[in-house]
């Protein structure tokens, strides 16, 4: 049974930092991408980054470039999202994702398997 478990959301101002994690078992982590999503309230579910299995390719969304950084630890199966100048805008809950290809993909339906997702709060 493969299991995603995100966690280090949470309440922060605007300009702050967190860093989220997402823990994978039951699976051979290090050979599929991995991909980060958010939804905000009355919102689509929405492409935030993505890495390869082995971390050598990035993606992220034009609205988050340059303040977020995707990276993994493949020994510790473990995928990370650093948040910089956090903006309200950036408020939802964020979800990580498992591709069971060693390709980046932007689209929600490429991944197959799914978080229960951390709130992130960005107060202005």
């Known amino acids: 049974q493969v299991q995603l478990v995100e966690s280090g959301g949470g309440l922060v101002q605007a300009g702050g930092s967190l860093r989220l994690s997402c823990a994978a078992s039951?699976?051979?982590?290090?050979?599929?991408?991995m991909g980060w999503f958010r939804q905000a309230p009355g919102q689509e579910r929405e492409f935030v980054a993505a890495?390869?299995?082995?971390?050598?390719?990035?993606e992220y969304a034009d609205s988050v470039k340059g303040r977020f950084t995707i990276s993994r630890d493949n020994a510790q199966n473990t995928v990370y999202l650093q948040m910089n100048t956090l903006k309200p805008e950036d408020t939802a809950v964020y979800y990580c994702?498992?591709?069971?290809?060693?390709?980046?993909?932007?689209?929600?339906?490429?991944?197959?398997?799914w978080g229960q997702g951390t709130q992130v709060t960005v107060s202005s």
């Open positions: 994702a498992a591709d069971r290809t060693d390709f980046i993909s932007r689209r929600s339906s490429a991944y197959v398997y």
């Open positions: 039951g699976y051979t982590f290090g050979r599929w991408s």
């Open positions: 890495i390869t299995w082995g971390g050598r390719s990035t």
